[in-house]
């Protein structure tokens, strides 16, 4: 005769539920090899979202980017606590990219390009909740017929593009948005590279909140 405990359903349920989520998530190596089309002016962008929507701990922006990387389309929000899960953000993501601008569905190949800048405490390294945006941008660009471009973070010590290398001091998560326009004074400092990327071009037209 064996003596022993069945492990409990709730346990086996919570370690179903945390394997679902890990398997939502993308890696940096995974997001460096996805062919993420670089952005020609990340600062410009960065700086215009920041403005736009002035940030703060847990607020995702959005933004949609036509073919010559002119801002389309803007949106802001703020997460929901809990475990970080890429199916919600996916769903997050799509129903705010759904309120600001119609779908592409219909184009062979995506013309318009989605980029999400995500404000959050910490410094500049990769973590599971940056892999569960990651996944969630591009699950969220392929049901809506968009590309998927740029995850930026902007923590306190500033910007920085995933999957390049590129990034600056300011804005911050803590930095006074600038007024639309307005050009940062300070020199554009770099990250240490450790999983950057890119942003785009000026910003010229904004959209919803």
Known sequence: M???FAPSTASLGSS???ASRLA???EPADWAAAGVPLLRSPREVVSGLHSRHRPLPTTAVVAVLDHEERLTASASFTRRPGPADGWEFRNALLAHLRRVVPHDLRRRTPVRTAVLVYCRDGDERWTEEDGAWMWGLRDACTLHGLRCGAYITLTKAGWQVF?????????SSDSTPLALGEQPTGELGHLTPRTAGGAA???????AR
Request: glycine share 20%; net charge positive.
């Open 163 to 171: 999957g390049e290398g590129r990034g600056g001091r300011r804005p």
């Open 201 to 207: 071009e000026p910003l010229r037209r904004a959209a």
């Open 24 to 26: 939502r998530m993308l």
């Open 16 to 18: 179903s539920a945390s």
């Open 2 to 4: 064996t003596l022993g």
